[in-house]
Nanobody, 125 residues
Framework: QVQLVESGGGLVQAGGSLRLSCAASGRTFSRYVIAWFRQAPGKERELVAVISQSGIRTYQVDSVKGRFTVSRDNAKNTVYLQMNSLKPEDTAVYYC??????????????????WGHGTQVTVSS
């Protein structure tokens, strides 16, 4: 079973950069679509970016396009979220999750019910 652990958050000034990591246990990591989500105080969790099993296909929500890049290194069982030009509104706890179906190639995702602790990103103005 694949378990995911987020890291890399911190406090950064507006305009700065951070790189988040989502490290996976298990040998089947490369079979799964992985996504980054975030949840700001008082708001619902929202999808930020998605990456396919091979890393060839990616998706970013409009609010982060051109600033955030999702990538993965299957040899290291890790997915990354490179965040540039950070804004105060990017402040949130960031989580990664996976579609529960290995080898899934569609876009109607079914995310795991289990979530990790996330990593806090705080952007000061």
């Amino acid at each position: 079973q694949v378990q995911l652990v987020e890291s890399g958050g911190g406090l950064v000034q507006a305009g700065g950069s951070l790189r988040l990591s989502c490290a996976a246990s298990g040998r089947t990591f490369s079979r799964y679509v992985i996504a980054w989500f975030r949840q700001a105080p008082g708001k619902e969790r929202e999808l930020v970016a998605v990456i396919s099993q091979s890393g060839i296909r990616t998706y970013q929500v409009d609010s982060v396009k051109g600033r955030f890049t999702v990538s993965r290194d299957n040899a290291k069982n890790t997915v990354y979220l490179q965040m540039n030009s950070l804004k105060p509104e990017d402040t949130a706890v960031y989580y990664c999750n996976k579609d529960r179906r290995p080898y899934y190639g569609g876009s109607s995702y079914e995310w795991d019910d289990q979530w990790g602790h996330g990593t806090q990103v705080t952007v000061s103005s």
